[in-house]
């Protein structure tokens, strides 16, 4: 469920890319953030500019130092996953200046969307039938529970 869930996701942002010529870059799973002098997080989405996205493919680099505008994370069930989630990873999230951070939590039954504003983010909770709003994807038309029913 998990693998699902995110490449459902990642597959609606590379589709509304395309449709709309966005120059930014879907990975999955397999390119870190920068989140400390020696640390580093691989979320299970991010989404990156597309040139910014070009020069690390050049210097082959696994590690994304420069802003990423958007990160996902599915959560995986126990208290010590939602705990990561949820505190550890949006607190360093935010101090790198993502400025949108998805928390998609299936055993809650939620979808929360936090949004960089004045270096801090502001978090809206979305659930059931309600259409997630992404300023990173404005034309995005997917529900919580498409995106859970998976």
Do not use: C
């Not at 505008?69 to 208290?79: H, R, T, W, Y």
């Not at 935010?94 to 809650?108: A, F, K, L, R």
């Amino acid at each position: 469920m998990h693998s699902d869930i995110i490449d459902f996701i990642a597959d609606h942002f590379k589709a509304i890319a395309t449709q709309n010529k966005l120059d930014v870059k879907v990975k999955t799973g397999d390119v870190g953030i920068r989140t400390g002098i020696n640390s580093s997080r691989i979320p299970d989405i991010l989404v990156i500019d597309g040139q910014i996205w070009q020069s690390y493919r050049r210097d082959k680099s696994a590690v994304i130092e420069d802003i990423v505008m958007l990160a996902v994370e599915v959560v995986s069930p126990g208290i010590e996953q939602i705990e990561r989630d949820y505190t550890e990873k949006a607190i360093e999230y935010q101090n790198t200046g993502i400025s949108e951070y998805w928390i998609v939590d299936p055993s809650g039954q939620k979808i929360t969307v936090a949004m960089l504003e004045n270096g801090s983010y502001i978090k809206t909770v979305f659930t059931g039938d309600s259409a997630i709003a992404s300023p990173t994807f404005p034309k995005l038309k997917i529900t919580v529970e498409a995106i859970l029913s998976v």
